[in-house]
Antibody, heavy 118, light 108 residues
Framework: QVHLVESGGGVVQPGGSLRLSCVVS????????MHWVRQAPGKGLEWVAF????????YYADSVKGRFTISRDDSKNTLYLQMNSLRSEDTAVYYC???????????WGQGTLVTVSS | DIQLTQSPSFLSASVGDRVTITCRAS??????LAWYQQKAGKAPKLLIY???TLQSGVPSRFSGSGSGTEFTLTISSLQPEDFATYYC??????????FGLGTKVEIK
């Protein structure tokens, strides 16, 4: 059974950093591309970042480019999102998601809340 | 970047109603469109991908159609468990892969 569990969220001051993790199970991690998607309180979904199955390519939303880095450790079945220079507008629930063929986010974690506030 | 315009943003409907939600892309995206359902406090659920392919386990009352710039999600007979917010997302060519702003379906 496919399972994704995010962690690492919390409260951080503006300008600070945080690293999110997404531990997966129930499938061969190194066969699949992965996404991060976020949702600000009371708002819609925002695609954040993507990494190919082999880590060869990473893509980012304009709003996080240069501040966030997506990476993966296949030996640990773990996806990461390193978030630097955090802003109040980065406050959101962050979801990791596994792709199905064609990159569509198919399986999602339960999300982890990041709050950027002084 | 390709923008998606989803309409309506809110609709009120009764159990048994046929419901249609539209998603328009700012430029052609072929059939690279997905639909998601999200209930309060939960992660989104993939309903439709490649514009019209029903995700495994999703009831057949959900259907998707369209290509190019105009797409629709149809629920043929609304059920109590279908009251939720629905989002479209385009995944054509290179990112960013935007979502629509969502359509909240509420009970009339």
């Amino acid at each position: 059974q496919v399972h994704l569990v995010e962690s690492g969220g919390g409260v951080v001051q503006p300008g600070g950093s945080l690293r999110l993790s997404c531990v997966v199970s129930g499938f061969r991690f190194n066969n699949y591309a992965m996404h991060w998607v976020r949702q600000a309180p009371g708002k819609g979904l925002e695609w954040v970042a993507f990494i190919k199955y082999d880590g060869s390519n990473q893509y980012y939303a304009d709003s996080v480019k240069g501040r966030f880095t997506i990476s993966r450790d296949d030996s640990k079945n773990t996806l990461y999102l390193q978030m630097n220079s955090l802003r109040s507008e980065d406050t959101a629930v962050y979801y990791c998601a596994r792709e199905r063929t064609g990159y569509y986010p198919e399986y999602w974690g339960q999300g982890t809340l990041v709050t950027v506030s002084s | 970047d390709i923008q998606l315009t989803q309409s309506p943003s809110f609709l009120s409907a009764s159990v048994g109603d046929r419901v249609t939600i539209t998603c328009r892309a700012s430029q052609g995206i072929g059939s690279y469109l997905a639909w998601y359902q999200q209930k309060a406090g939960k992660a989104p659920k993939l309903l439709i991908y490649a514009a019209s392919t029903l995700q495994s386990g999703v009831p057949s009352r959900f259907s998707g159609s369209g290509s190019g710039t105009e797409f629709t999600l149809t629920i043929s007979s609304l059920q109590p468990e279908d009251f939720a917010t629905y989002y479209c997302q385009q995944l054509s060519s290179n990112p960013p892969w935007m979502f629509g702003l969502g359509t909240k379906v509420e009970i009339k």
